[in-house]
C-alpha cells in the first residue's frame, strides 16, 4: 500500500464519501462479470445494497458512459469509456514488471501454467499468465478476470499473509459473495490458516475439476500482500513429494519478485 493511501486510511473516511464507495463498489462487481455483464439482482446481492440504491447508481453511470446495458441478455456491464480513461495511465506496476522475468523462469522450468495475480479491494485480479511446455495445461483462469478475495488458490494465499484479524474482516466482507463459488466462511478461514501455517497455499481441488493449484504470496516493498503467483497442474502433476519441490520454487520467486520490486 502506498504512503497516500496508508495517510488517507488514518484520516478515515471522507465526508460524503458513502455514495462513490458505493458506486466503486457496483463497478468493481460489474468487472467480475466481464463481458457477459451481471443482472440487476446479482449487484443487489453481490454489494449488499437496497435495489433501489443499486438501480440509481447503475443509471447515473449509465448517463456518464461509465456503465452499459446489453441489449441482448440485459445485463450490465462496465462502459468502453472506462479502459479510455485507463489509457490516460498505460504503465504497469512496478510489481508487474518485477514478476516478468521470474514468471518467464519459473515457467521454463516447471513447465506447467503460471499466473500472477494481484490484489485490489476486496477482489483478486489476474494480471499476467505463462503457458509451459507440459503438453497438458491448465488454463483455469483469463487475464482480467476478478474474483473475492478467499476464492481461489491466489485469494486464499494473499489472505495467509494478513494478520489474521484483518484477513477475517475482508472474507466476513465477501461472505455474500462466496455461494457463487460453491465455498463459504468457514472453509475460506480454514483454507488461509492452513496456508499461513504452511508458508504457501495448496489446493487440492482447483478451480478446474481435476486439477490442483499452489501460490505463494507476494509482498510490496512496504510489506503489504500484494500479489501471489500460482502454478496450476493436472493432479498428478502435484504428487505430494512434487508439490513441495514445486512450493520451494514459487516461494523462492515470489521473495526474488519482491527484492526486485522498487518502492513508489
Known amino acids: ?17 458513502q455514495v462513490i464507495r458505493r458506486a466503486v463498489a457496483v463497478l468493481r462487481t460489474l468487472a467480475i462479470g466481464g463481458e457477459k455483464g451481471v443482472p440487476l439482482v446479482d449487484i443487489v446481492q453481490a454489494t449488499s445494497l437496497a435495489r ?10 449509465i448517463e456518464e ?6 441489449e441482448r441478455t440485459g445485463n450490465y456491464v462496465v462502459g468502453r469509456q472506462v479502459p479510455e480513461l485507463a489509457l490516460a495511465r498505460p504503465s504497469r506496476s512496478p510489481l508487474m514488471v518485477a514478476a516478468e522475468p521470474h514468471l ?14 494481484l490484489r485490489t479491494g476486496l477482489d483478486t485480479l489476474c494480471v499476467a499468465r505463462r503457458i ?17 478475495l478467499g476464492v481461489s488458490s491466489a485469494g486464499v494465499a494473499i489472505l495467509a499473509a494478513m494478520p489474521a484479524p484483518e484477513a477475517r474482516k475482508i472474507v466476513l466482507a465477501n461472505e455474500t459473495r462466496f455461494g457463487a463459488y460453491r465455498t463459504d466462511t468457514p472453509t475460506v478461514l480454514g483454507q488461509v490458516q492452513l496456508a ?42 502435484l504428487s505430494p513429494r512434487r508439490a513441495i519441490e514445486v512450493a520451494d520454487v514459487l516461494v523462492a520467486a515470489a521473495r526474488a519478485i519482491e527484492a526486485a520490486t522498487p518502492r513508489d
Do not use: C
Not at 52 to 61: A, D, F, K, Q
Open 1 to 17: 500500500m502506498t504512503n497516500s493511501r496508508l495517510k488517507a486510511r488514518r484520516r478515515g473516511p471522507r465526508q460524503g464519501g
Open 52 to 61: 433501489p440504491t443499486v438501480h440509481r447508481i447503475v443509471h447515473v453511470l
Open 65 to 70: 458512459g461509465i456503465v452499459e446495458r446489453s
Open 104 to 117: 518467464a523462469a519459473v515457467s521454463a522450468q516447471l513447465g506447467d501454467t503460471l499466473f500472477l495475480t
Open 132 to 148: 509451459g511446455s507440459y503438453p497438458i495445461q491448465v488454463l483455469s483462469i483469463e487475464v482480467g478476470v476478478r474474483r473475492p
Open 196 to 237: 499461513r501455517r504452511r508458508g504457501y497455499n495448496l489446493r487440492d481441488v482447483g478451480l478446474v475439476q481435476g486439477t490442483k493449484s499452489l501460490s505463494a504470496w507476494i509482498r510490496t516493498p512496504d510489506g503489504q500482500p500484494a500479489a501471489a503467483i500460482t502454478l496450476s497442474a493436472i493432479r498428478n502433476r
